[in-house]
């Protein structure tokens, strides 16, 4: 079974542009998590979407946005980019919903950006 | 923000040692989880330990949980070097969302 893919891999951009980043969560997963772990610090919540509803936004400016598709597919979007954006991002899916039972994420090997 | 705070930052032993990292938690959670994660990519999920429980194993992994104290340990017994990871704890508060907030991570070396 394929695990939740991301893409690019690497991408370089710089200051002022824009990007998307890609996600797609294991087959059969409704739940697509993002998240922006900066070196050296811990993940940090960007957002979460199930069923293509957003069910949560973590402190990150308008700047950031994303959407969920109907196969459940999402794209992280982030305007005007700034070197403090450089980070590796990452996506997790789940089969929770947020009002049942929860068994953790399985996350994606992330998306490294790098603006200059 | 950074809910969890990992103890130690860094842990080095020897290949068949025992490691224990610990995190503290600062709000009412519904579950907590351990993630590992090897050179700056992708988390790996290990265990997650729900609030009404206070020890859980998997395999070679050992996690207790104190809600009184707000805090979790990871134990790693008999470490391997493939075992040489950054280790994350991360909680959720339920309420219709599972997001996740992370602690710093404990970086585990093993030494063969």
């Known amino acids: 079974d394929a695990g939740v893919t991301q893409s690019p891999t690497h991408l370089i951009k710089t200051r002022g542009q824009q990007v998307t980043l890609r996600c797609s969560p294991i087959?059969?997963?409704?739940?697509v998590s993002w998240y922006q772990q900066v070196l050296g610090q811990g993940p940090q919540f960007i957002f979460q979407?199930?069923?293509?509803?957003?069910?949560g936004r973590g402190n990150f400016p308008d700047r950031f946005s994303a959407r969920q598709f109907p196969n459940y597919s999402s794209e992280l979007n982030v305007n005007a980019l700034l070197l403090g954006d450089s980070a590796l991002y990452l996506c997790?899916?789940?089969?929770?919903?947020?009002?049942?039972?929860?068994?953790?994420?399985?996350f994606g090997s992330g998306t490294r950006l790098t603006v200059v | 923000s950074q809910q969890g705070e990992e103890d130690p930052q860094a842990l080095s032993i020897q290949e068949g040692e025992n490691a224990t990292m610990n995190c503290s938690y600062k709000?009412?959670?519904?579950?907590l989880q351990w993630y590992r994660q090897n050179s700056g990519r992708g988390l790996v999920h290990l265990i997650l330990?729900?609030?009404?429980?206070r020890e859980k194993h998997s395999g070679r992994l050992r996690v207790t949980l104190d809600t009184s104290k707000k805090s979790s340990s990871l134990l790693i017994t008999a470490s391997r070097a493939a075992d040489t990871a950054s280790y994350f704890c991360?909680?959720?508060?339920?309420?219709?969302?599972?997001?996740?907030?992370f602690g710093k991570g404990t970086k585990l070396s093993v030494i063969p």
């Open positions: 087959s059969g997963h409704k739940s």
């Open positions: 979407y199930y069923e293509k509803e957003e069910r």
């Open positions: 330990i729900r609030s009404n429980e």
């Open positions: 709000t009412s959670i519904n579950n």
């Open positions: 991360a909680t959720d508060s339920g309420a219709g969302s599972y997001q996740l907030t």
């Open positions: 997790a899916s789940s089969l929770a919903s947020g009002t049942g039972s929860f068994y953790g994420y399985t």
